[in-house]
């Protein structure tokens, strides 16, 4: 993945992005998803403006430099309507992947209107956010999550294995997998740095301290270019996060489940509904161990099957009660 510095974009959203980044202190996945949003903003802006004179280019080669304020000026709350329609139609967007666009166009010409000064009229402040609809998050349940784990085999299973493990039994984010130093574990505890760069510490367990232990038995030592990370690719240097995708993809094909439904977010949503359903966690204590920062957040893992429903309702003292039926 590049960096943000080798990407060509105008001045005017450069200097937006480094504010959030030297400012608001957002980290850099999250500028980078910023700068993705409005890209796909800019490139259809030119499309719905009508200024691409090739009529045959793809959208993804649209050229976005030449967009500046004079065009940004113009820019209506009926352009952004257009804008969310065309991702919703053009780019099936779901509801989540819109609002976060209009998260991040509101955003963004907040600051041209409020911090640069640049723009007079903040065309997004009538703009809505898509209700986006709570559904229960897909998980894997134990025997598939042993089918995966047991699935990992080959060259490099032993990275692997420690990799799908660290997932299922902590429910990190990808980022923050392979964003591990050796450094980071000390005592049984691992250190991550979560979103908004937020430190927390993750307690080990035995099968993630054995997985990691028969790991760095076979870790690469020499000619290591990054002799920090955790997790090295094949060519000796930190694992991408598309390498990691790529391979719990492969895993979740070889275990017998779909590739389409299964991700390492989804192995996040395992380890979380595992861990509240098994093991009495408070909620509070899974919120500290997701490294949420609301709780409204955490509460997605707290869904309830039928036999936890129906168990629930057993445990009500009243459940045994029988009225005496008096002789007649």
Same mark, same amino acid.
């Given at each position: 993945m590049k960096n943000l510095s080798e990407y060509e974009m105008p001045l005017v959203l450069r200097d937006f992005l480094n504010y959030l980044q030297t400012i608001k202190g957002k980290s850099i996945n999250t500028v980078q998803v910023y700068f993705y949003d409005l890209r796909v903003f800019f490139r259809f802006l030119k499309i719905h403006r009508k200024l691409i004179t090739d009529k045959n280019i793809e959208f993804e080669q649209i050229d976005i430099n030449d967009i500046d304020i004079n065009i940004l000026k113009t820019v209506t709350l009926s352009d952004l309507y257009a804008f969310m329609s065309y991702i919703s139609n053009n780019r099936d967007n779901t509801s989540y992947a819109r609002a976060r666009k209009v998260a991040s166009l509101k955003s963004f010409f907040n600051y041209l209107t409020n911090k640069a000064k640049l723009l007079d009229v903040n065309p997004t402040s009538e703009l809505e956010s898509p209700k986006i609809l709570k559904r229960l998050p897909r998980?894997?349940?134990?025997?598939?999550?042993?089918?995966?784990?047991?699935?990992?085999?080959?060259?490099?299973?032993?990275?692997?294995?420690?990799?799908?493990?660290?997932?299922?039994?902590?429910?990190?984010?990808?980022?923050?997998?392979?964003?591990?130093?050796?450094?980071?574990?000390?005592?049984?505890?691992?250190?991550?740095?979560?979103?908004?760069?937020?430190?927390?510490?993750?307690?080990?367990?035995?099968?993630?301290?054995?997985?990691?232990?028969?790991?760095?038995?076979?870790?690469?030592?020499?000619?290591?270019? *990054?002799?920090? $990370? @955790?997790?090295?690719?094949?060519?000796?240097?930190? &694992? #991408?996060?598309?390498?990691?995708?790529?391979?719990?993809?492969?895993?979740?094909?070889?275990?017998?489940?779909?590739?389409?439904?299964?991700?390492?977010?989804?192995?996040?949503?395992?380890?979380?509904?595992?861990?509240?359903?098994?093991?009495?966690? *408070?909620?509070? $204590? @899974?919120?500290?161990?997701?490294?949420?920062?609301? &709780? #409204?957040?955490?509460?997605?893992?707290?869904?309830?099957?039928?036999?936890?429903?129906?168990e629930a309702v057993d445990s009500n003292p009243l459940s045994t009660f029988r009225k005496e039926v008096k002789n007649k």
């Open positions: 998980y894997l349940n134990i025997e598939e999550s042993k089918q995966l784990l047991s699935s990992v085999e080959g060259q490099h299973s032993e990275r692997d294995f420690a990799m799908i493990t660290l997932f299922l039994n902590c429910g990190m984010r990808l980022s923050e997998l392979v964003g591990i130093n050796l450094g980071n574990i000390k005592n049984n505890y691992l250190t991550v740095i979560g979103k908004g760069d937020k430190e927390r510490s993750i307690p080990l367990n035995n099968a993630c301290l054995q997985a990691i232990d028969a790991y760095m038995k076979v870790r690469p030592v020499n000619n290591v270019k *990054d002799k920090n $990370a @955790l997790f090295l690719s094949e060519r000796k240097q930190r &694992i #991408s996060k598309e390498s990691v995708q790529k391979i719990v993809k492969k895993y979740i094909r070889e275990a017998g489940l779909d590739p389409q439904r299964y991700s390492t977010h989804k192995l996040r949503h395992t380890a979380a509904t595992l861990m509240y359903k098994y093991g009495n966690v *408070d909620i509070r $204590a @899974l919120q500290e161990l997701l490294g949420h920062e609301s &709780i #409204s957040t955490t509460e997605i893992y707290t869904h309830l099957d039928k036999q936890q429903l129906k």
